[in-house]
């Protein structure tokens, strides 16, 4: 059985899974309340709450069990907010080191695409990923379960940053992607159209359709209240749509079988209707959370004891 810690941003997570994949505990505690009021997580002030959270949801996550039944630890290591992800590092070392546990280190982006590895359907690789979350936009060819190659990436905003950036311009709060997707819902989504940037290869640009919003919507001026629906559909419509259509190109210029989305924006019901072919991360398992590191420490390397007390966490990838 594998505990699994994350604490990279704004959600204190823990889990238990078995080394077959199943999820035994997934507790997830977001702290996104606690920075709505300032527009975006503030790094220090998810720090300090990561602190307080991290001992009881592990205490939650493992419930009745105890550490006697858990034979790894495994936490993200990077990347994400520096001071956020070394509380989990930390804690996570301090719990294998009692124990004499052997450690697992795991890559954010590696947890994302294990999401896809749980049971009760695991995928099983080669596929092509689309992971699009809040910090990252990533085109993966996937070849083995803790192999892939990236084919592109964004040059400015995340999917999910788009979204984020979208919703604070129509007044709905953080994070901001959820309330796009139900707004967007009641509007039509031709009633505004917004530019979708085309960069070369395979690359992805959200800067351009976040400006566009904003142009459009400090014109509307009194009239934005009752034309936030629209809005809302057409920029969702706008950055679905580049998604589709790289993830397609993609798609076709490796000669993938198979496609899967993952990460928070692999949530958006418009998406999901998009790529009805693909197979999308199970909706719990699309956000920030520990279950998809614990899946990704079955195929990564565990640290035996006690080598990874030196072990840092790192904000950037590469
Ligand atoms: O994967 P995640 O929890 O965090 C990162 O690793 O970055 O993704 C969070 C992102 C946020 O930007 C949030 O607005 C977006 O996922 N998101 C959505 C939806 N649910 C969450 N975006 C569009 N539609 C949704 N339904
Ligand atoms: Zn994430």
Not at 86 to 91: E, P
Not at 109 to 120: D, F, R
Not at 154 to 173: H, N, P, S, V, Y
Not at 233 to 245: D, T, W
Request: net charge negative.
């Amino acid at each position: 059985m594998i505990l699994a810690l994350e604490t990279s941003c704004d959600e204190t997570a823990a889990a238990l899974v078995t080394n077959a994949g199943e999820i035994l505990a997934n507790v997830v505690a977001s702290q996104a309340d606690l920075h709505a009021r300032y527009g975006g997580v503030v790094p220090e002030v998810a720090s300090r709450r990561h602190l307080e959270l991290v001992m009881p949801v592990v205490r939650e996550a493992l419930g009745e069990r105890t550490l006697d039944d858990v034979d790894r630890v495994a936490v993200t290591r990077g990347p994400g907010l520096i001071g956020a992800l070394l509380v989990g590092l930390q804690a996570a070392k301090v719990i294998a080191w009692a124990r004499r546990l052997p450690f697992v280190p795991v890559d954010h982006l590696h947890g994302h695409i294990a999401s896809l590895y749980l049971q009760p359907e695991p995928l099983e690789p080669p596929f092509l990923c689309l992971l699009a979350s809040g910090g990252h936009t990533l085109l993966l060819d996937v070849q083995e379960h803790a192999r892939y190659r990236v084919l592109g990436t964004t040059l400015d905003d995340a999917a999910g940053e788009a979204f984020d950036k979208g919703a604070r311009l129509l007044g709905l709060g953080y994070p901001g992607g959820a309330a796009i997707d139900r707004l967007a819902g009641e509007g039509d989504p031709d009633a505004f159209s917004f530019p979708v940037a085309r960069v070369p290869g395979l690359d992805f640009s959200f800067s351009g359709v976040k400006t566009a919003l904003l142009y459009v919507a400090r014109d509307l001026d009194g009239e934005l209240d009752r034309r936030r629906a629209d809005l809302a559909a057409g920029y969702q419509r706008a950055i679905v749509r580049a998604l589709v259509e790289r993830t397609t190109e993609a798609a076709e210029a490796i000669g993938a079988e198979k496609v899967a989305v993952v990460g928070g924006v692999a949530a958006n019901s418009a998406l999901r209707a998009a790529l009805a072919g693909a197979t999308f991360a199970p909706l719990a398992l699309c956000t920030d959370n520990a279950a998809m590191i614990g899946s990704a420490a079955r195929f990564a390397e565990a640290v035996p004891y006690p080598r990874y007390l030196g072990l840092d966490a790192y904000a950037s990838s590469g």
